[in-house]
Nanobody, 124 residues
Framework: QVQLAESGGGLVQAGGSLRLACAASVSIFSINAMGWYRQAPGKQRDLVAAVAAYGGSTYYADSLKGRFTILRDAAKNTLYLQMNSLKAEDTAVYYC?????????????????WGQGTQVTVSS
């Protein structure tokens, strides 16, 4: 069982930055893959960024490359999402997810465990 707890969401102006954190109850390197999803009102939940435990390969949604960075702190068992140059369309609930299944293609990770979500609102 893996418990995930997100923090760091909030209200920010367009062009600003936020860093989301996801604290895991186990070593993040014992989890095959971890990632961030987001869900805007009326839309499906989409994978934003993901990282594999072994090798550290990463995935970013095409529209976010260059603005978002996924980071890990093994000592704190914490996954981060650094979000820069935020836009109004980045407004959503952001969820941290962990996958314990084999994930050969990191961009296709599926979450087995989920955090409660944190709201990010970008004002234009």
């Amino acid at each position: 069982q893996v418990q995930l707890a997100e923090s760091g969401g909030g209200l920010v102006q367009a062009g600003g930055s936020l860093r989301l954190a996801c604290a895991a109850s186990v070593s993040i390197f014992s989890i095959n893959a971890m990632g961030w999803y987001r869900q805007a009102p009326g839309k499906q939940r989409d994978l934003v960024a993901a990282v594999a435990a072994y090798g550290g390969s990463t995935y970013y949604a095409d529209s976010l490359k260059g603005r978002f960075t996924i980071l890990r702190d093994a000592a704190k068992n914490t996954l981060y999402l650094q979000m820069n140059s935020l836009k109004a369309e980045d407004t959503a609930v952001y969820y941290c997810a962990a996958s314990t299944r084999s994930t050969p293609i990191i961009g296709r990770m599926e979450g087995d465990y989920w955090g409660q979500g944190t709201q990010v609102t970008v004002s234009s």
